[in-house]
């Protein structure tokens, strides 16, 4: 009997909270789903990011579909209870997991299959592909000028752990997102003697949580509105809520809160860069400019000699090796559609986990598996039910 595109599998690439979240979905509606993961576990990102980590997003709103997360998890998940979730996650909904298998280029077939061209010469052939390899994908250096003359110690904040190695050291932190400011923080409060933080722009600073109303729930509650009237919001609520630290380096914003979001900018979540920086233990210097032997020059034209430097200057989704032969990528390397939208030229192609809404990731990417998993339940549940 001649086999159809029906009768091949759906492909996750990615084992992390995207790629599990689809495949769950998926076998939930009678969809087989495999799960290629390059490494030898799933969740592997998170497993590798800095020890302090916890969730910004609330417990309730984090758990992928069908899988609540334990109360003795708390309100906001540390890094490691999320490794641990993640894998129980996989062995409650009995995924199907083939680990140690990178998927290096995707084909489309002529009769409308995918081909994945994988590790050790292998040869998939699914009915669909969903691409899940994160959002935070290659850590993605500056093209500093005099950067490899420089001979300093430099890292990634991907290496960084935490601050014990660090402790009674001069460190230089450059950007401040969420990950360049809570890893300054954490110098900080673990012994550092000097910590710095590079700003290029001005963040929005949020407090996580207010009277117990978590900013989160407020992402959520905005994100249909007028971005004028979240912006005017916002700075009233700054305002209020975040003290104003111009004295200490740092003034506030000229571009509003949503405006900066729209563009790509996440507020950054305070987990103690306020009281840190009020407090004099994170002084905030100007952007970096380029680097000379031994020493970093910032824009204002000072010149520093920290001893180590960690660059929180965020990642490369990295898919143009994987699919940029297919023109799904937008010009800066993203899909152009995420969730259950495949692009008008690649039919059965879907991107999850691709965005940063303040709504929370983990969020839509629940919300985007559920949709996924419908849309391609769609000619199965057909099937079944004629043959019944």
Known sequence: ??????????????????????????????????????????????????????????????????????????????????????????????????????????????????????????????????????????????????????????????????????????????????????????????????????????????RRSTAGWPAQRTGILVRRLPVGLVDKCGELMARLAVPDLSAHGLPRPDTGLYSRVREGAIPVQDVGLIDAIRAGRVEPVAAVESFEPGKVVLADGTHLSPDSVIAATGYRRALEPLLGHLDVLDDRGRPRTTGPKSPPNAAGLYFTGFTNPISGMLREIAIDAERIAKHLAKPHEKRVASKG
């Open 1 to 206: 009997m001649a086999t159809t595109s029906h009768d091949h599998p759906v492909y996750v690439i990615g084992g992390g909270p995207g790629g599990l979240a689809a495949a769950a979905a998926l076998r939930s509606r009678g969809v087989r789903a495999v799960v290629l993961e390059k490494s030898d576990a799933v969740g592997a990102s998170w497993r590798s990011h800095y020890d302090r980590l916890h969730l910004h997003t609330t417990r309730r709103l984090s758990a992928l579909p069908g899988l609540p997360m334990p109360r003795s998890f708390g309100r906001w998940v540390a890094r490691a209870d999320l490794v641990r979730y993640l894998e129980k996650y996989a062995e409650f909904h009995e995924l199907e997991i083939v680990t140690g298998v990178e998927v290096d280029r995707v084909e489309r077939a002529d009769d409308g299959t995918w081909l994945l061209h994988a590790t050790g010469g292998r040869r998939l052939t699914g009915r669909a592909v969903v691409v899940a390899t994160g959002f935070n994908h290659t850590p993605r250096l500056p093209d500093w000028p005099g950067l490899e003359a420089y001979g300093g110690d430099l890292l990634h904040a991907s290496a960084y752990r935490n601050p014990e190695p660090y402790a009674g050291k001069d460190v230089l932190v450059v950007g401040v997102g969420n990950t360049g400011a809570e890893i300054a923080a954490d110098l900080a409060e673990g012994g550092a003697a000097r910590v710095r933080l590079a700003v290029r722009t001005v963040p929005h600073i949020v």
